[in-house]
């Protein structure tokens, strides 16, 4: 049995075209940070300290002045372990491995809407669009719970021989403020993770519209005659209450 592409008029549909979208934007994600730290120290009054840590064993930003406040306190960036990041690991640090596979991962699911939207019949769309986005929120479901069991990790693995002692387990939290004696900081969520969430969100909305061939450009006309259709009511209503 050969296999056809669909014709191109059918990449039209929000079913199969927002699954494209999505896979571009799940590979441009890479590009930028997942996850983007604030930091504010009584070491650098004058100055804001920020990090910004990618899918990959990569973290820019003011990462070398952080190392040098962690160290005080035997808290360290984490072990890639398989791929070399851009510091040198200390160490006691971590072993975080599944780090060197956070590209793995998006490509993967990149692939795999690329895929969806290259199925030759409407039944094998449909299903393919449910296991796309039941396997998506698997992966970034397993790889959010992960990220913070090693955070965790990280801040209860406190290095016993560092200068500040009796400094108490912590666990820096994906979003949110959190301080650690003298320092203050503010986790939130990188560009690249925007992007994941917005590819994410395109395959639900390819999900809804399964069983529809509705473009865009279907979606806005409906959406502006429904907008219209209230506009003519609330005048017809305004003139009869006169």
């Given at each position: 049995m050969?296999?056809e592409l669909?014709?191109?008029?059918?990449?039209l549909?929000?079913?199969?075209?927002?699954p494209l979208?999505a896979?571009?934007?799940?590979?441009a994600?890479?590009?930028?940070?997942?996850?983007?730290?604030?930091?504010?120290?009584?070491?650098?009054?004058?100055?804001?300290?920020?990090l910004h840590?990618?899918?990959?064993p990569?973290?820019s930003?003011?990462?070398?002045?952080m190392?040098?406040?962690?160290k005080?306190?035997?808290?360290y960036?984490?072990d890639?372990v398989?791929?070399?990041?851009?510091?040198?690991?200390?160490?006691?640090?971590?072993?975080?491995?599944?780090?060197?596979?956070?590209?793995?991962?998006?490509v993967?699911?990149?692939?795999?809407s690329?895929f969806?939207?290259l199925?030759?019949?409407?039944?094998?769309?449909?299903?393919g669009?449910?296991?796309?986005?039941a396997?998506?929120a698997?992966?970034?479901g397993?790889?959010?719970?992960?990220?913070?069991?090693r955070?965790?990790?990280a801040?209860?693995?406190l290095?016993?021989g560092?200068?500040v002692?009796g400094?108490?387990?912590?666990?820096?939290?994906?979003?949110g403020?959190?301080?650690?004696?003298n320092?203050?900081?503010y986790?939130r969520?990188?560009?690249g993770?925007?992007m994941?969430?917005?590819?994410?969100?395109l395959?639900v909305v390819?999900?809804?519209y399964r069983d529809?061939?509705a473009?865009a450009g279907?979606?806005?006309?409906?959406?502006?005659?429904?907008l219209g259709?209230r506009e003519?009511?609330a005048?017809v209503?305004?003139?009869?209450?006169?």
């Open positions: 050969s296999y669909p014709p191109k008029s059918a990449f549909e929000l079913r199969r075209g927002l979208v896979a571009v934007l799940f590979v994600a890479l590009l930028f940070p997942m996850w983007s730290i604030e930091v504010h120290a009584v070491q650098y009054p004058s100055t804001t300290l920020n840590l990618y899918a990959y990569r973290i930003g003011d990462y070398a002045e190392a040098n406040l962690n005080y306190i035997g808290f960036y984490p890639p398989y791929w070399q990041p851009n510091y040198e690991p200390h160490d006691y640090a971590v072993d975080v491995p599944e780090w060197s596979l956070g590209p793995l991962a998006f993967v699911v990149s692939a795999c690329a969806v939207a199925a030759p019949s409407t039944r094998k769309l449909k299903r669009l449910f296991a796309q986005l396997g998506t698997a992966v970034f397993v790889m959010l719970a992960d990220i913070q069991f955070l965790y990790q801040g209860h693995h290095d016993p560092a200068p002692m400094v108490e387990g912590f666990t820096p939290p994906l979003w403020t959190y301080k650690v004696a320092i203050t900081s986790s969520f990188g560009v993770a925007y994941a969430m917005l590819a994410v969100g395959l390819a999900f809804y529809s061939t473009t279907d979606v806005a006309r409906g959406i502006a005659a429904r259709q003519r009511t005048s209503d305004e003139a009869g209450g006169r």
